[in-house]
């Protein structure tokens, strides 16, 4: 069943809390209400509104915002080691990882704590602490908006890399993701090779499921602002990839300077976009309702009353600084409206 509503604010569907209206927001719960809403209303400008944990509003929509709010779970397949789950994209992410770990399934712990809906995980690939979403995702199942059907992707199809999938790009404007697919495994599987998670694990007693969880989830809320109490959009910047002969350069002037290796990418290497807006002498910084956060420089927040176009000055500031001082190029990894 469908909801429809007409002129909505959208203050509490975007977790940056910027007021903007839309001309219609329908809510989906499954592939008929999609076939329905396309073959009826065929609406010609839409975007998939998850959480609104990604997305920054820069004026009213005046097209047509589609949620999905499916929440169905279930096993598909048990074979006492692997577990297959099905989940529907209305479910909210965190539930996700709180159910896994209660059932005693390795895979997505390390995802603790992400604001996301499940419907939004593989669009954005999202990933922290050594993980990402494609590393249990098997299947994402999609309407097919062009030919009102739903299509299964297979993972290796969905042309998944770091914060980023085909639905980014292909897929953009066709596909709007109904369920996916896990495979989880009861047995023990600890990720703890990022930053701090090894020392708070170990300060909780151990790698169990349960504790690893804590300590991500401690050591996210000791960094990232809650979004209910400060707007926010989690990271908005991605991390920038630059070539191994920028870093190298960057590493003499700046040998303490955090740098990742980019997967099957022997030329390349990830920076940490928050150090570089730290060092660009940006964290902590406010302009009006706008700032960067005092904890993470990645994040950008909404003191409160912001726009969304406070928020883009404020992006294109910190972009024109880190240019400057560094000779790097970072850009947001929010989808902008
Ligand atoms: N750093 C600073 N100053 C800052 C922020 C970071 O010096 O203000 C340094 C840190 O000390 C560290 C490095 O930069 O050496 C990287 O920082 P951190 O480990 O906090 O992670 P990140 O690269 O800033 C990424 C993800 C986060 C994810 C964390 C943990 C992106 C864009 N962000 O952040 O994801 O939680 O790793 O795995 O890849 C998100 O996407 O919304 C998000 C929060």
Same mark, same amino acid.
């Given at each position: 069943m469908k909801r429809i509503y007409h002129n909505i604010n959208l203050v509490e569907r975007n977790s940056f809390g910027v007021r903007q209206m839309a001309s219609t927001l329908v809510e989906v719960e499954?592939?008929?209400?999609? =076939?329905?809403?396309?073959? $009826? /209303?065929?609406?010609?400008?839409?975007?998939?509104?998850?959480?609104?944990? *990604?997305?920054l509003f820069t004026k009213d929509y005046d097209g047509m915002l589609i949620t999905p709010?499916?929440?169905?779970?279930?096993?598909?397949?048990?074979?006492? /080691?692997?577990?297959?789950? =099905?989940?529907?994209?209305?479910?909210?992410?965190?539930?996700?990882?709180?159910?896994?770990? $209660?059932? #005693?399934l390795w895979g997505i712990?390390?995802?603790?704590? !992400?604001?996301?809906?499940?419907?939004?995980? &593989?669009?954005? *690939?999202?990933?922290?602490?050594?993980?990402?979403?494609?590393?249990?995702i098997t299947v994402v199942e999609y309407f097919d908006t062009n030919k009102l059907e739903v299509v299964r992707l297979e993972n290796k199809d969905c042309s998944f890399a770091y914060r980023?999938?085909?639905?980014?790009?292909?897929?953009?404007?066709?596909?709007?993701?109904?369920?996916?697919?896990? $495979?989880l495994h009861r047995t023990a599987k600890p990720n703890l090779g990022y930053g701090d998670v090894i020392k708070e694990v170990e300060a909780r007693g151990g790698a169990t499921l349960k504790n690893i969880?804590?300590? !991500?989830?401690?050591? =996210?809320?000791?960094?990232?602002?809650? &979004?209910?109490?400060?707007? *926010?959009?989690?990271?908005?910047?991605? *991390?920038?990839i630059v070539g191994a002969e920028v870093?190298?350069?960057?590493?003499?002037?700046?040998?303490?300077? &955090?740098?990742? &290796?980019?997967?099957?990418?022997?030329?390349?290497? %990830?920076?940490?976009a928050?150090?570089?807006?730290d060092k660009a002498g940006l964290k902590g910084y406010r302009s009006g309702s706008v700032g960067v956060h005092e904890r993470q420089a990645l994040v950008l927040v909404n003191h409160g009353g912001?726009?969304?176009?406070?928020?883009? =000055?404020?992006?294109?500031?910190?972009?024109?600084?880190?240019?400057? %001082?560094? #000779?790097?190029?970072i850009s947001p990894e929010v989808n902008i409206l």
């Open positions: 499954s592939a008929d209400d999609l =076939r329905q809403l396309f073959t $009826e /209303e065929r609406p010609t400008k839409w975007y998939v509104l998850g959480a609104g944990n *990604n997305t709010v499916g929440r169905g779970i279930e096993i598909l397949d048990d074979d006492g /080691e692997r577990v297959v789950v =099905r989940v529907e994209a209305g479910y909210d992410w965190d539930e996700l990882v709180a159910w896994s770990v $209660e059932q #005693g712990e390390n995802l603790s704590a !992400i604001p996301s809906s499940v419907g939004a995980a &593989p669009v954005q *690939n999202i990933g922290a602490y050594g993980a990402e979403a494609k590393d249990a980023e999938s085909v639905f980014k790009h292909e897929l953009k404007g066709v596909a709007i993701i109904l369920a996916v697919e896990l $495979e969880r804590d300590a !991500i989830c401690a050591i =996210r809320a000791s960094k990232l602002p809650d &979004p209910k109490v400060l707007g *926010n959009a989690g990271s908005f910047f991605k *991390n920038p870093a190298e350069a960057l590493l003499k002037e700046y040998p303490e300077m &955090p740098k990742y &290796p980019v997967p099957n990418s022997s030329d390349k290497v %990830k920076l940490a928050g150090w570089l807006i912001a726009t969304g176009d406070d928020v883009i =000055r404020l992006s294109k500031m910190v972009c024109d600084a880190v240019k400057e %001082k560094f #000779g790097v190029e």
